[in-house]
């Protein structure tokens, strides 16, 4: 099993540029989570999906959105890139909310200029 | 909401000592606490967890601790080694409707 994947790795954007983040899981999860991580602010949650068809904001939802059209595939997209959008895009997913460990993908470094 | 406090932000200790890192919550509710290990450049990945029914549980030199009274809880790492470096963050979960909420991490450096 591959786990959890996410493309691309790296990317460098210009202010207001559009783009979309994917995140793939072969674990056949229910809960599939976008977290965006800055230094010193640990983990902050953007939008999660508790299944296919279904998103919901989190803590820090403002200037993305998401789809969930697939149970195994989870969208980030950013319409319009801005430089307080850099930081570094976890994906994570998990067999049941909140009482379960979250497995994480490798991560998305974005750099918006 | 949730909200994480975690303490130390940075902790160095020499090779074969312990560290203590400590995490409080404020949701009475929560009742997973998990903890995870993130290497410099990679994911974070679960190292221990612990669930409100139990006060403790250890896994090798790792063990973490649960006052649920107090609201806190904290992770234990014996005998210290060069590869237990890294960014360490705690998190709480549980409440109704509430997702993860971590902490900020606590920079662990362990100097041989």
């Known amino acids: 099993n591959a786990g959890v994947t996410q493309t691309p790795k790296f990317r460098v954007l210009k202010t207001g540029q559009s783009m979309t983040l994917l995140c793939a899981q072969d674990m056949n999860h229910e809960y599939m989570y976008w977290y965006r991580q800055d230094p010193g602010m640990g983990l902050r949650l953007i939008h999660y999906s508790v299944g296919e068809g279904t998103t919901a904001k989190g803590e820090v939802p403002d200037g993305y959105n998401v789809s969930r059209l697939k149970k195994q595939n989870f969208l980030l997209g950013l319409e319009s890139a801005a430089p307080s959008q850099t930081s570094v895009y976890f994906c994570a997913s998990s067999p049941q909310p909140r009482l379960n460990e979250q497995y994480f993908g490798p991560g998305t470094r974005l750099t918006v200029t | 909401g949730e909200n994480v406090e975690q303490h130390p932000s940075t902790l160095s200790v020499q090779e074969g000592d312990s560290a203590v890192i400590k995490c409080t919550y404020s949701?009475?509710?929560?009742?997973?606490f998990p903890w995870y290990k993130q290497e410099l450049g990679k994911r974070p990945q679960l190292i221990i967890d612990i669930r409100s029914n139990v006060g403790e549980k250890k896994d090798q030199r790792i063990a973490v601790t649960l006052n649920k009274t107090a609201k806190h809880f904290s992770l234990h790492i014996t005998e210290t080694q060069p590869e237990d470096s890294a960014v360490y963050f705690c998190?709480?979960?549980?409440?109704?409707?509430?997702?993860?909420?971590f902490g900020p991490g606590t920079r662990l450096s362990v100097l041989p």
């Open positions: 998190a709480a979960s549980g409440g109704y409707g509430q997702n993860f909420v």
């Open positions: 949701d009475s509710a929560s009742n997973y």
